[in-house]
């Protein structure tokens, strides 16, 4: 047999195999296709330091980086197994089903899956070791041209209507009829000088769409609103499950709140502010009756994220949240409900997807990121970052530093900047909207032309002001001033 047509075989093969898992994973629950269990187990299993790499290396196109990854790893696999089976089918059929118990182990760890999910890696196994060996053996005789056509035509069909039917569920029709979820107690009105966009800060309240998005799912979970459920058990005298209309149908306050990522970086872009509308968590749990001894809520999401909080905290922060600036939740940032705790790091509270509240302790449950090496308890800190002027841009006339601040829920009291090593001045701060959200800033500076760098520290209304020392991430917050060095013309 020729090495391209050897080499063809085991990649058909592969394709074949993964359209197949696909396209059964697209009747039994997406996160059932091999190869997206595969990617999903990946995530769960990278080392913190790995994953903290790619946010930072790849942001928001991590995963897209590591689908194409694992697409070129297996094609080389396909490949070689392929090229080692020209006299006998063996080695192929061999890697065939490794490669299927790979994927069979992958789906079986998944958090989120059904008693049928086993079907898409077993249909993968099977369809790759079959193809395998059916194309080895047209090729091993004949003209192969049309069984290659053929098995390359079914394979992309398959795969493609494992897509759409997989996609099927009409989340985008289910949050148009939600309709109307306007909030009996509106967020007050952001005053115009909130922020300060003519200098270069975001705007105050960020929209849906650029609101930053983090989470740990390859698939934005697909649930309508008539089919979710919240379940909410464990230390409490009566469990309850609220579903979404009993949820709409109370009143429904909004608040203006700002989510923060623990992972962002000095200067980093993870912070972003909507007015989130729903109920507050204390009203729920007050109902159901909370136990002595508990001291941790653990909510749990559809695709199995944990997060667990400080009850006390949530008891009298906490959201459960259905809206985000005036409409229903879009699918990445949680649809049909998510938490939203002012004050707390999102990794620790601010579950998308949410389907499951336990009331218990944090001796007995860990969130997801907890054996990652991330801090069970993790105040938010004080921070400060410099929009304008850019880092290494160029300023024509007088320079204006601007930026934002936050410390919830201390709320931040001041920020100073400082040139080239210079004295600290006081910036004009933004209006004051509340103590969850973020502060803009601005200062006018007279700095002659040629190269500068200023720097920022942020004051909270504790006293505190924030730390120089650089710190990573890992494992409750970065800490150090952010600067920007940049040119005067
Ligand atoms: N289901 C689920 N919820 C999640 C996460 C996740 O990985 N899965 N990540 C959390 C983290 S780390 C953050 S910072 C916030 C981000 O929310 P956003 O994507 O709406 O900005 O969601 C939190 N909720
Ligand atoms: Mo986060």
Not at 307 to 320: F, K, Q, W
Request: aromatic share 8%; charged share 20%.
């Amino acid at each position: 047999m020729k090495p391209a047509k050897a080499a063809l075989t085991g990649l058909l093969a592969l394709v074949a195999a993964l359209a197949a898992g696909h396209l059964v994973a697209a009747f039994v629950g997406l996160s059932a296709s091999p190869y997206l269990a595969v990617g999903n187990a990946a995530i769960d299993l990278t080392p913190s330091w790995l994953k903290e790499f790619a946010v930072t290396t790849f942001g928001t196109y991590d995963k897209l980086v590591l689908l194409t990854g694992m697409a070129v790893v297996l094609a080389g696999i396909a490949i070689a197994a392929g090229l080692a089976s020209t006299r006998s089918p063996l080695p192929g059929s061999v890697t065939a089903v490794v490669l299927g118990l790979v994927g069979l182990a992958a789906v079986l760890s998944r958090p989120d899956i059904g008693q049928l999910s086993v079907l898409a890696p077993l249909a993968s196994l099977a369809v790759g070791l079959y193809v395998f060996r059916y194309l080895h053996r047209e090729t091993q005789d004949n003209e192969s041209r049309r069984a290659f056509l053929i098995t390359a035509g079914v394979a992309a069909a398959a795969g493609i209507a494992g897509q759409v039917f997989g996609s099927r569920t009409d989340v985008e029709g289910s949050r148009a009829a939600v309709g109307d979820l306007t909030p009996k107690t509106k967020a007050p009105e952001i005053p115009v000088n909130a922020d300060f966009v003519k200098d270069g800060t975001p705007s105050f309240i960020t929209s849906n769409k650029d609101f930053y998005r983090i989470d740990t799912a390859l698939s934005v979970p697909r649930i309508r609103a008539e089919d979710w459920t919240l379940r909410v058990h464990g230390m409490v005298e009566r469990p309850t499950v609220l579903t979404f209309d009993e949820i709409r149908r109370r009143d429904l306050v909004e608040e203006t709140v700002t989510l923060t990522c623990v992972s962002n970086e000095v200067g980093g872009p993870y912070i972003s502010t909507a007015d989130f509308t729903g109920i507050r968590i204390g009203d729920v749990l007050r109902e159901a009756g909370v136990k002595a001894g508990a001291d941790q809520l653990f909510s749990t999401s559809d695709d199995g994220f944990t997060a667990g909080s400080p009850l006390d905290y949530v008891l009298e922060r906490g959201l459960i949240a259905i809206a985000m600036n005036g409409e229903p939740l879009p699918a990445e940032h949680g649809f049909p409900a998510r938490l939203v705790v002012p004050g707390l790091y999102g990794y620790i509270s601010a579950t998308k997807w949410v389907t499951d509240l336990n009331i218990t302790t944090f001796a007995k449950e860990q969130g997801y990121w907890m054996p990652r090496g991330w801090a069970t308890k993790a105040p938010i800190k004080t921070m400060s970052r410099i929009d304008r002027p850019k880092r290494q841009g160029r300023v024509q006339g007088r320079t204006v530093v601007a930026g934002t601040a936050w410390a919830q829920p201390r709320g931040v009291a001041k920020v100073e900047v400082r040139a080239d090593g210079g004295p600290w001045q006081e910036a004009q701060l933004g209006a004051d909207v509340s103590d969850s959200t973020w502060r803009m800033w601005r200062l006018e500076l007279d700095l002659k032309p040629g190269s500068h760098t200023v720097e920022c520290r942020a004051t909270d209304k504790s006293g505190y002001t924030q730390d120089q020392a650089r710190l990573d991430p890992v494992p409750d917050g970065a800490t150090g001033w952010h600067s920007a060095s940049f040119t005067v013309e």
